[in-house]
């Protein structure tokens, strides 16, 4: 099906039913191309307030559910998405510029995680244990909260929002959904495996919309108990503000600026071979993206060589030919601040290493060459705030104590990586590194069954893991006192 086709048999998805968004219509563009996919119309502030009463009407169909159908469900809706990966991944290629690898490995952990959480819905325990009077008993209860809302980003459009739809509908909460609208029919399509899986209508619905006609209709509803927000630090601190309104609880995935240590004893090879496919992953569009590498003084000439070399080997091209290893940036705003980053921190006399242009093999799209920094000011905004794109900074250090305090000198505390062959400096550093997640050796720090978020600017609360849930469950204590004639 043509991509405009797609757009035009789905849009919003509100009560069960698919129908076209009411405001004029707004084109989603193929960043590789600047071509424009499709065009599709977004939804109005009244069709927002519709989801919501969808959600709202649709609580009882879903604690009707007993936990093993909404296990039974969620296990349904991760086969489609692990059947449909390959059309996923094109899809989120087509949309953000992902390459199609990458993007096709998105929509099988997405899989992985509305599996893992089809699990978690069994799990969800309450407690039972004595009373202080004899014969009483305390009983708590966790329930699901009611009418959840989730604000998605179009970095990685599947994951995120199946990190937030697992965990809120294995607890029993219906969902109002708004993702960006550069990554339409990635979400569309995402959301077609749970409709297909059978959940009841209107537990889920989806509003793609400008954030001026949803985001308020969202925050000033005192229906919606929650609102989970994965973006940028400005926004989310708008949000967590709005929320005071109505009293919402709140879970922030924000922003981040990932520290990586590396120590003298670190195996130099494996380094650089992971150092450049996870810098630029997703052209560096990645929250617990690395970026400020710090390397020991006596290996640094080493590591600057073997890391140039290995980003020299990546392959950056059409998102959608197998052996891209970079893509175009999702959108012209992030390319013109990634330029804007480099330029600066080369007036003000920093050295590049590599990249630090556009490539010119690329007469159209958003695409910005891989690039490596060394020897900034610090105060180069690169330096201080998010790049959110492909760009890596590299700096000596001689002592634990100095490293230390450089890595936690910026309010962000998502992602932080070491590498070193020694326990005892693996212990003595995560104990000294202010981040949520920490990898060691890898730059992987995020799976199904582990907790993700950070803390500072980066927010709070967690997604993956057995701590998820949790955040999307009211707790309800019930004191059983026994009639003194009880039988
Ligand atoms: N933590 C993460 O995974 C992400 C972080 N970001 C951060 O945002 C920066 C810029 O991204 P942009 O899209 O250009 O900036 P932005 O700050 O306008 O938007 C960030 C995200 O929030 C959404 N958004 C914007 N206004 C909103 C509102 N009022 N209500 C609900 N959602 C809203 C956008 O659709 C987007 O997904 C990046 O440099 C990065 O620092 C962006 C996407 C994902
Ligand atoms: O942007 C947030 C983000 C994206 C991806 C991942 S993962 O490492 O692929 O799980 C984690 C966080």
Redesign the pocket.
């Known amino acids: 099906m043509e991509l405009q086709d797609f757009y035009s048999s789905h849009g919003q998805f509100i009560g069960g039913a698919w129908c076209p968004g009411s405001e004029n219509a707004s084109v989603v563009v193929n960043p590789s191309t600047e071509v424009a996919l499709g065009e599709m119309t977004p939804a109005g502030a009244a069709q927002v307030t519709e989801a919501i009463e969808a959600a709202w009407s649709a609580r009882g169909a879903m604690r009707a559910l007993t936990a093993w159908n909404r296990s039974r469900l969620l296990r349904r809706a991760a086969t489609l998405i692990d059947e449909r990966a390959e059309a996923l991944g094109r899809l989120v290629a087509l949309e953000t510029g992902k390459p199609v690898r990458q993007a096709v490995g998105e929509a099988k952990a997405s899989s992985e995680s509305v599996d893992w959480f089809a699990d978690e819905a069994r799990r969800v325990f309450g407690m039972s244990y004595e009373s202080r009077v004899k014969g009483d008993r305390y009983l708590v209860h966790m329930e699901p909260l009611g009418v959840v809302a989730a604000?998605?980003?179009?970095?990685?459009p599947l994951l995120?929002l199946a990190r937030k739809m697992a965990p809120a509908l294995a607890a029993g909460n219906t969902l109002v959904i708004?993702p960006?609208?550069e990554a339409a029919g990635a979400t569309m399509a995402l959301i077609k495996c749970f409709e297909d899986a059978g959940f009841p209508a209107g537990a889920i619905n989806l509003v793609i919309g400008r954030?001026?006609d949803?985001?308020p209709t969202i925050m000033n509803d005192a229906r919606v108990a929650k609102v989970s927000?994965?973006?940028?630090?400005?926004?989310g601190r708008?949000?967590v503000a709005q929320s005071a309104v109505t009293l919402k609880r709140v879970s922030m995935?924000?922003?981040?600026h990932a520290p990586v240590i590396v120590h003298a004893d670190a195996d130099i090879d494996a380094f650089a071979a992971l150092a450049a496919p996870g810098k630029f992953r997703n052209a560096g569009?990645?929250?617990a993206s690395p970026t400020r590498f710090y390397v020991h003084e006596s290996i640094a000439r080493e590591v600057e060589q073997k890391l140039v070399a290995a980003t020299r080997a990546l392959r950056l091209g059409s998102p959608l030919d197998d052996a891209t290893d970079l893509g175009p940036l999702t959108?012209s705003?992030?390319r013109d601040?990634v330029e804007k980053m480099v330029d600066e921190a080369v007036s003000g006399g920093a050295r590049v290493l590599s990249g630090g242009t556009r490539p010119s093999t690329m007469e159209r799209g958003y695409f910005y060459e891989p690039t490596w920094l060394t020897r900034l000011q610090p105060d180069a905004a690169v330096l201080n705030d998010?790049p959110?794109g492909p760009i890596g900074t590299l700096a000596t250090f001689s002592t634990l104590d100095e490293v230390a305090a450089e890595a936690n000198r910026l309010p962000f505390a998502l992602a932080a990586y070491v590498f070193t062959r020694s326990l005892a400096k693996t212990h003595a550093t995560v104990d000294r590194l202010e981040a949520g997640v920490i990898g060691v050796n890898t730059f992987v720090a995020s799976t199904a069954e582990t907790p993700f978020g950070g803390s500072k600017d980066s927010g709070y609360g967690r997604e993956g893991g057995p701590h998820a849930i949790r955040d999307y469950l009211d707790t309800k204590f019930v004191n059983v006192a026994m009639p003194a004639d009880a039988e």
């Open positions: 604000f998605v980003p179009w970095n990685f995120l708004r960006s609208s954030p001026g949803v985001t927000f994965t973006g940028s630090v400005p926004i708008q949000i995935e924000l922003g981040g569009q990645v929250c959108t705003r992030r601040a998010e959110f």
